[in-house]
């Protein structure tokens, strides 16, 4: 159960970054001019016309390139939504919104100029008409998929946004393959106490039929001397720890790395199952020294 709690901690620290943003945002300068739909880069819409809603109550209105408070582009999308429902609610109660580039989702991106997280939360009256920035943080400037989901409902939009970049790596397509994880490679870090981490890197391929994230898939385990390792590994540069949460579509490989305290440079076993231990993925000793 390890894995659920660490999922749900993992969201509830999600939330509360979001929490934590202001309408204060650092004045961000960026070499990407600023795009809409109707620029020279346009909206890839093969299944519908521009500007139209796929849902009777969302829509993307526009889309603009531009860079958050580290430098990193990002791709910013104005959403436009009405309440369909009785009573008052926020998009982030109505809505799941992910971006996908590479078949791999894009992480959001928190402080970027003229984008405002509060927005998200902010209820609105039933019939009333909003729009809302997002930003999501790109890999590069090939094709992204917008895909909206109602709060644990059914998909209402599924929209292409053509970067200028190609169609990148994005789902084969071919019959899926079992999912399964396999160590990529390894190396052995330092947390920010100096504390020695193995860092494990494992290819995740997705065999669901929709997208999935490590973190939601598996429980991941490694014992040295029999005892398990901790895996909360805090200020080590050398783990992503969103890795874990990133979904990937169906019949995408992923790297995900992962952390684990070790006590001194004796083997390891490292085993992973299903996140309620009933199917094993992977049961390897790995000799680290």
């Given at each position: 159960?390890?894995?659920?709690?660490?999922?749900?901690?993992?969201?509830s620290l999600i939330f509360s970054l979001v929490g934590c943003a202001t309408n204060s945002k650092p004045n961000i300068s960026s070499d990407i001019n600023d795009k809409s739909s109707s620029s020279e880069t346009k909206l890839d819409l093969s299944d519908s016309d521009s500007g139209q809603?796929?849902?009777?109550?969302?829509?993307?209105?526009?889309?603009?390139?531009?860079?958050?408070?580290?430098?990193?582009?990002?791709?910013?999308?104005?959403?436009?939504?009405?309440?369909?429902?009785?009573?008052?609610?926020?998009?982030?109660?109505?809505?799941?919104?992910?971006?996908?580039?590479?078949?791999?989702?894009?992480?959001?991106?928190?402080?970027?100029?003229?984008?405002?997280?509060?927005?998200?939360?902010?209820?609105?009256?039933?019939?009333?008409?909003?729009?809302?920035?997002?930003?999501?943080?790109?890999?590069?400037?090939?094709?992204?998929?917008?895909?909206?989901?109602?709060?644990?409902?059914?998909?209402?939009?599924?929209?292409?946004?053509?970067?200028?970049?190609?169609?990148?790596?994005?789902?084969?397509?071919?019959?899926?393959?079992?999912?399964?994880?396999?160590?990529a490679d390894f190396k052995i870090s330092s947390d920010f106490k100096g504390d020695k981490v193995l860092v494990i890197n494992y290819d995740f391929y997705n065999g669901e039929n929709s997208a999935k994230a490590f973190i939601f898939l598996f429980n991941d385990k490694v014992f040295q001397?029999?005892?398990?390792?901790?895996?909360?590994?805090?200020?080590?540069?050398?783990?992503?720890?969103?890795?874990?949460?990133?979904?990937?579509?169906?019949?995408?490989?992923?790297?995900?790395?992962?952390?684990?305290?070790?006590?001194?440079?004796?083997?390891?076993?490292?085993?992973?199952?299903?996140?309620?231990?009933?199917?094993?993925?992977?049961?390897?000793?790995?000799?680290?020294?």
């Amino acid at each position: 159960m390890k894995r659920v709690l660490s999922g749900i901690l993992a969201v509830s620290l999600i939330f509360s970054l979001v929490g934590c943003a202001t309408n204060s945002k650092p004045n961000i300068s960026s070499d990407i001019n600023d795009k809409s739909s109707s620029s020279e880069t346009k909206l890839d819409l093969s299944d519908s016309d521009s500007g139209q809603e796929t849902d009777a109550n969302i829509k993307i209105a526009s889309w603009s390139l531009s860079k958050d408070y580290s430098g990193k582009e990002v791709i910013v999308i104005e959403y436009e939504w009405t309440n369909t429902k009785d009573d008052d609610a926020s998009f982030m109660t109505s809505f799941v919104d992910k971006v996908y580039q590479n078949g791999i989702e894009c992480e959001n991106a928190l402080l970027v100029d003229g984008v405002d997280a509060q927005q998200q939360m902010n209820n609105i009256k039933p019939n009333i008409t909003y729009k809302i920035k997002i930003a999501y943080v790109l890999q590069d400037k090939t094709t992204v998929n917008v895909v909206v989901d109602k709060f644990l409902g059914a998909e209402v939009l599924n929209e292409k946004i053509d970067l200028g970049g190609g169609e990148g790596n994005s789902a084969p397509n071919e019959e899926l393959q079992d999912t399964s994880v396999e160590v990529a490679d390894f190396k052995i870090s330092s947390d920010f106490k100096g504390d020695k981490v193995l860092v494990i890197n494992y290819d995740f391929y997705n065999g669901e039929n929709s997208a999935k994230a490590f973190i939601f898939l598996f429980n991941d385990k490694v014992f040295q001397n029999g005892i398990e390792c901790d895996s909360a590994v805090i200020g080590c540069n050398d783990v992503d720890s969103q890795s874990q949460m990133n979904e990937i579509q169906p019949g995408v490989t992923y790297t995900v790395s992962i952390g684990y305290h070790i006590s001194d440079m004796s083997d390891v076993e490292i085993q992973i199952t299903d996140l309620f231990g009933k199917t094993e993925f992977l049961n390897e000793k790995l000799s680290i020294s």
